[in-house]
């Protein structure tokens, strides 16, 4: 945890303002906030890279104004169209793009599933359709415990995924999700009529387990739904994460209106999963009850896109692909008469973060 003498420390670049201060406005000292008067990417750094998440998402994530950017003190992050940039033609075939870069800023951040480099009709395919954003504070700001505010507006639009989340710092444990995952809020951008939840819905989500083929998530995995036909996109919500030894919990605009909670007390993960006799060595064998979740975290903000990695299941809804399809990305691309009119407000907003100790 980030303790510092009682006087306030502000590291202000390009007018953006980090903030390692005394703050008691939710019983805690305030260990970082930005109110996003402009976009400060020594802060905030921007993933670039195609790999689709792990997720085969059809989206890429760049540095670009068009993508990430602030107005009136809120930022935006904004889908465009890959072919706005290279062209129809390009995007569908004899276009090699190339995201490996040559200063430290724009240097590719992740090369697995072929994120550095792709080219167009690889596989049959068309190069990732659309161009978004994620950002990170991985090499300026992580905490152990504490409480997480967003004050957030969600997209609409369909195959839309807005998620403000957490990753480790260090992966003490090992690679994901040993180390654990901490899902704030993941929504999607479909009618509220989706049978896997729309835009007046999300879900809270912690992703753990000795390997990725055990991840177990459905564990520790709760939604929301608001009521009385109201939406995430009307206006501005907070999206919020208690974490401590003991328990972790998110909420939606008050502390009381709880979504996942999760009590780390009486039994480890190991034992919560289920897992002894599965041969698996545990991880977690020397941490405490929480590990994999009492160790260091970053904040992560982004707009994904569709993708085959069920998040948006077969079968519902008018979605044009299938997860089971090598060409799934041409199908969505293919059908973009159908969703592009649906995104009437695509742009994840938020107005500002804040992180405080417990």
């Not at 072919?83 to 004899?94: F, T």
Request: charged share 15%.
């Amino acid at each position: 945890m980030m303790y510092r003498p009682l006087f306030i420390l502000l590291l202000s670049v390009c007018c953006t303002t980090f903030v390692l201060a005394n703050n008691d406005r939710r019983g805690g000292r305030l260990l970082f906030e930005d109110e996003f008067n402009s976009l400060d990417c020594e802060v905030w750094e921007h993933e670039i890279t195609l790999g689709g998440g792990g997720n085969w998402e059809f989206e890429y994530y760049t540095n670009n104004r068009s993508n990430s950017f602030v107005s009136n003190g809120v930022l935006h992050i904004q889908p465009t169209l890959t072919a706005d940039l290279i062209g129809d033609q390009s995007l569908m075939g004899g276009y090699n793009m190339n995201l490996w870069g040559t200063q430290p800023a724009d240097q590719c951040t992740g090369n697995s599933f072929y994120g550095c480099e792709r080219s167009a009709g690889g596989g049959g395919n068309v190069l990732n359709p659309i161009q978004s954003a994620r950002i990170r504070t991985v090499n300026s700001f992580s905490f152990k415990y504490g409480r997480v505010e967003v004050r957030a507006k969600l997209p609409i639009g369909d195959w839309l995924w807005p998620a403000i989340w957490l990753l480790p710092k260090s992966n003490q444990y090992g690679g994901w999700p040993a180390s654990g995952e901490i899902d704030i809020m993941e929504s999607r951008g479909n009618d509220p009529g989706y049978a896997a939840g729309g835009y007046n819905s999300f879900g809270s989500t912690l992703h753990w387990g000795p390997d990725s083929t055990h991840n177990q998530w459905q564990r520790t995995h709760e939604t929301y739904t608001m009521s009385n036909g109201d939406n995430l996109n009307e206006q501005f919500h907070t999206y919020g994460l208690y974490w401590d030894a003991h328990n972790l919990y998110t909420y939606l605009d008050v502390d009381a209106n709880k979504i996942l909670h999760v009590n780390f007390t009486g039994e480890s993960m190991w034992n919560r999963g289920e897992l002894n006799g599965s041969g698996m060595h545990n991880p977690w064998s020397s941490g405490t009850y929480a590990a994999p979740f009492d160790q260091k975290y970053y904040l992560l903000i982004n707009l994904a896109v569709g993708g085959t990695g069920g998040y948006f299941p077969d079968g519902q809804g008018n979605k044009p692909w299938s997860d089971t399809d090598p060409h799934a990305i041409n199908a969505f691309w293919n059908a973009k008469g159908n969703w592009l009119p649906t995104w009437t407000s695509s742009d994840l907003q938020i107005d500002w973060v804040r992180v405080y100790t417990h």
